[in-house]
């Protein structure tokens, strides 16, 4: 499973699987008809950037994270406009740069079951799209496509987020109501998050950064000192530990984490196996890197 947060004027994402598609940074070139692009793709599929999550050169910001037996994508239908649900991401940084704009596409949005091949079914998935001034999260179910704005600017998976704010509003007295020690030998410091969820649940993930998000203090440092380390720090209260998480015969385990710089266009992606991350330049990226 996945998270991503979006935090001052960066989005963060955690890519969460039991298995590497063999991830590759990749630059799509702007065109007189198209943005430009830099995000993740499958590296697996050579012929094709099937993004997992992305930016392009205004600024706008996709991610699509797993909603598992929620998603329902539908036959395209006439007289909506029907965006593919394999090309979804890339489609909206493609075509769009702005929050406002997508969200009246999407009212007459219709998200379809077309395949990119027969052997790459489609995967369940809900999306979450952020500019520098707003934050929206697409699902589409059994109850139709719904656009919600995203409240605390973050999304993880299950449930649909509706349900997933109840959770988190629900909580939220009880992580504020600090834990009282009354023998000196429990004295300790952090009493704020003793109530805290430390699970690597969906709804455990989402209510740990979005309540961690909502007490972080700015500081004064500047604004990449400030907030690209700050944005990963979030992701780190999200981070899935090799060994924990069992799927099957394997381990679920954040394969790579990405903060996207949306007022300097810079991307900087840090991978479990190598915890110092690496930057770069919107303009510098061309073609596709190994991650």
């Known amino acids: 499973m996945c998270t991503v ?33 830099i995000g993740i793709c499958a590296g697996m599929v050579e012929d ?4 997992y999550d992305g930016m392009n050169s205004q600024g706008l910001c996709v991610a699509g994270l797993a909603f598992s037996g929620n998603a329902v994508y539908n036959k395209p239908l006439p007289d909506k406009n029907n965006v593919p649900a394999y090309d979804f991401t890339k489609y909206f940084l493609s075509n769009f740069r702005s929050v406002t704009a997508i969200k009246t596409f999407l009212r007459k949005g ?3 079951n077309e395949q990119y091949s027969p052997e790459l079914p489609n995967s369940d998935l809900h999306w ?42 629900v909580s939220k007295p009880f992580i504020d109501r600090e834990g009282i020690k009354l023998d000196p030998r429990y004295e300790t ?19 740990r950064v979005s309540y961690l998000k909502s007490k972080m203090a700015a500081g004064t440092m500047g604004y990449v000192f400030k907030t690209v380390p700050q944005t990963f720090h979030l992701l780190n209260a999200a981070e899935q530990v090799y060994g924990v998480t069992r799927v099957g015969d394997k381990w679920e385990y954040t394969i790579y984490s990405i ?33």
């Open 48 to 51: 094709y950037p099937l993004l």
């Open 110 to 112: 219709n998200i379809t």
């Open 259 to 291: 903060v996207y710089d949306m007022r300097n266009l810079g991307v900087h992606i840090r991978k479990y196996t190598d915890p110092c991350p690496k930057s770069y330049d919107f303009d510098e990226v061309v073609g596709r890197i190994d991650i």
């Open 128 to 169: 979450f799209i952020c500019d520098k001034r707003d934050e929206i999260i697409v699902e589409q179910t059994k109850e139709g496509l719904k656009v919600y704005d995203a409240e605390t600017k973050t999304m993880t998976n299950n449930p649909p987020y509706p349900l997933m704010m109840n959770a988190y509003e």
């Open 189 to 207: 410091r952090g009493l704020e998050t003793e109530n805290l969820d430390g699970s690597y649940t969906s709804d455990g993930r989402f209510i």
């Open 5 to 37: 947060t979006k935090y001052g004027l960066c989005m963060g994402r955690n890519y969460d699987y039991e298995k590497s598609y063999k991830e590759q940074l990749v630059k799509i070139p702007e065109t007189e008809d198209n943005w430009g692009i």
